[in-house]
Nanobody, 124 residues
Framework: QVQLVESGGGLVQAGGSLRLSCAASGRTFSGFVMGWFRQAPGKEREFVAGIRWSGGGAHYADSAKGRVTISRDNAKNTVTLQMNSLKSEDTAVYYC?????????????????WGQGTQVTVSS
């Protein structure tokens, strides 16, 4: 059974940084795409970043480019989201997600597995 457990959320001042982690377990993820999404109060969930577990470049939402870096640690089975220069509009619950890689270049949808989320609050 696939389990995705996020950690690292919290309260940070605008301009600060946070590092979110997603611990993945329950199967081999080498053929998977891992993604980070977020959902702010009253808004729909939106894609932040995605990466293939077995290699290849990362994909980012336009709002994340330049401030966010997604990476993976194969040995620890974790996917990390480093967020810098945080803004109040980054306040949201952040979710880790996973899906089998199908060859599609679309990283922003189609995920099958989701974590419970971790709250990020940016104070201005």
């Amino acid at each position: 059974q696939v389990q995705l457990v996020e950690s690292g959320g919290g309260l940070v001042q605008a301009g600060g940084s946070l590092r979110l982690s997603c611990a993945a377990s329950g199967r081999t993820f080498s053929g998977f795409v891992m993604g980070w999404f977020r959902q702010a109060p009253g808004k729909e969930r939106e894609f932040v970043a995605g990466i293939r577990w077995s290699g290849g470049g990362a994909h980012y939402a336009d709002s994340a480019k330049g401030r966010v870096t997604i990476s993976r640690d194969n040995a620890k089975n974790t996917v990390t989201l480093q967020m810098n220069s945080l803004k109040s509009e980054d306040t949201a619950v952040y979710y880790c997600a996973a899906k089998p890689y199908s060859g599609s270049a679309i990283y922003s949808e189609g995920y099958d597995y989701w974590g419970q989320g971790t709250q990020v609050t940016v104070s201005s």
